[in-house]
């Protein structure tokens, strides 16, 4: 390891900027710089807004435009608004977003996107709407525009839509010394990259050279000799799950993008992999309970109206398991203590459905649930659901004997609980395979049709039988 002289050392130190990020603070922004905030501007003091803002991460500094009451941001926004870092702007909300748009100006904003990564700068303005979008873009210099234009033509959520456009490519005879003296020259490269790609004369990736080789190599050297070939090329279409999956799996760092003849395009870097594997992650936990996830920030009108589908849904189930309990009403009339305990089975069955159901979720977005091995987790999830019925059937028998002494009728209630355990194991591992099968995504509705399952077949079971073994 080489050491830098205790000079140069001091002299790093000197224009580091410390950032102390203090326990239980994850992101090195506490609720003092938001007040801060607040204070400032009830005290009139614009220079220690400034001041504020720019001792602030791009990431923190939109945390606090976020965090701020709508009077507030508009008043830091008038502030600050043209020194933001660019960077500030892809890690806003989209609503706040739309708001920042209408506060600061489309050329503000145009002229921020003008000086991001091409990736970056088309997160920010895929999230406008097309009314925003069309001012933004139109304020911007030709070649960005036509850059975002052509990025915002390929399908949302793609290869194409999270790709970087700028990247160096050189040709397999260049030599290092030609690479060097290319990667000093004037031309526009990005502002950050590790690895140069070499292609052929069609501009087809046939290798990369990370730039730790470059430097290492003397000038005669052909890059053609230190490139790695083992390459792992994505098309532009791919969903941005699958490259997420792929670059899991493969452990890349970046990847190149090619159109349908295999030329370069772009290339996808893990930073913004990470990004999607966060959104994805939480646009599934967000579906799977019938939101969206841009309702923290929006309006109480436009959170209940993309909920209330959602709720209306859920009351078509809770009504199909009421039409069930509705069969067995002159049962339950003659024997009430089957309304106190045929809850228990149905919220058994549904708890125990969830969790396979949650298994075989993961399972499948991790590709680890296929065709192939699909019966026999269904098998192992029936015998998991019949093990913990036994269990539990043991346990609510005897409690119900002792609690309404008729071993009767825990006898029916431990049945019943078998039943629909077993046939929660069976529905939470079926159901999303069966949606993925059919090209539905399973994150979103298979909770809906495993209660409506668990419900029906909980209360059906349980009520069945006491009609035919207690009542009959």
């Known amino acids: 390891m080489t050491e830098l002289p205790e000079q ?9 900027p410390q950032v102390e990020i203090e326990e239980g603070d994850a992101f090195g ?29 791009y990431a923190d500094a939109a945390d606090v435009v976020q965090q701020l009451k709508p009077e507030d941001r508009t008043k830091v926004l008038q502030i600050v608004g043209d020194d933001l870092e660019p960077e500030v702007w892809s890690e806003l909300d989209q609503d706040i977003l739309e708001e920042v748009v209408y506060e600061i100006g489309a050329g503000t904003v145009a002229r921020a996107l003008a000086e991001m990564d091409s990736d970056d700068a088309l997160a920010v303005i895929e999230e406008l709407d097309e009314e925003d979008q069309k001012e933004v873009l139109e304020a911007m210099p030709h070649g960005e525009r036509a850059v975002l234009m052509e990025g915002l033509s390929f399908p949302e959520d793609s290869a194409g839509r999270l790709m970087q456009r700028d990247l160096v490519a050189v040709p397999a005879f260049w030599t290092v010394g030609e690479t060097l003296d ?41 890059v053609g000799n230190l490139m790695e070939e083992q390459l792992t090329t994505i098309p532009v279409g791919t969903d ?43 646009e599934d936990i967000m579906r799977m309970g019938g939101v969206t996830q841009d309702e923290f920030y929006s309006s109480a009108l436009d959170a209940a109206k993309s909920r209330v589908w959602w709720l209306v849904v859920n009351l078509g189930t809770a009504i199909v398991a009421s039409m069930v309990i509705g069969l067995f009403s002159a049962t339950i009339e003659q024997l009430v203590a089957l309304a106190v305990l045929m809850p228990i089975v149905a919220s058994m069955g549904g708890n125990a459905g969830t969790q396979t159901l949650t ?28 093990m913990n019925g036994v269990i539990f059937a043991i346990l609510i028998g005897l409690a119900t004997w002792a609690w309404f002494q008729d071993p009767a009728l825990a006898s029916v209630i431990a049945v019943a609980m078998i039943v629909n355990m077993v046939v929660a194991g069976l529905a939470g591992a079926l159901i999303p395979v069966a949606l993925d099968r059919y090209g539905a995504d399973p994150a979103i509705s298979s909770s809906v049709f495993l209660t409506t399952v668990t419900d029906v077949v909980g209360f059906f079971a349980f009520l069945g039988l006491a009609a035919l073994f207690l009542l009959g």
């Open 8 to 16: 140069q050392m001091e002299e790093d130190k000197s224009v580091q």
């Open 29 to 57: 922004l506490g609720d003092e710089h938001v007040n801060d905030v607040r204070e400032h501007l009830r005290d009139g003091n614009e220079e220690a807004v400034r001041d504020l803002f720019e001792e602030l991460h």
């Open 182 to 222: 290319y990667l000093r020259s004037d031309v526009d490269l990005p502002e950050d990259f590790y690895e140069i790609f070499v292609v052929d004369p069609k501009h087809k990736p046939l290798g990369t050279v990370p730039l730790s080789q470059l430097m290492r190599n003397k000038r005669p050297v052909r």
């Open 240 to 282: 941005q799950e699958e490259v997420a999956f792929i670059f899991r799996d493969r452990d890349l760092v970046s990847a190149p993008v090619v159109d349908d003849n295999g030329r370069l395009l772009g290339v996808i870097t893990i930073d913004d992999v990470v990004d999607v594997i966060d959104e994805e992650h939480e």
């Open 359 to 386: 298994i075989a979720v993961r399972a499948i977005a991790m590709k680890e649930l296929t065709p192939a091995n699909a019966m026999r987790v269904v098998g192992k999830e029936i015998a998991v659901g019949a």
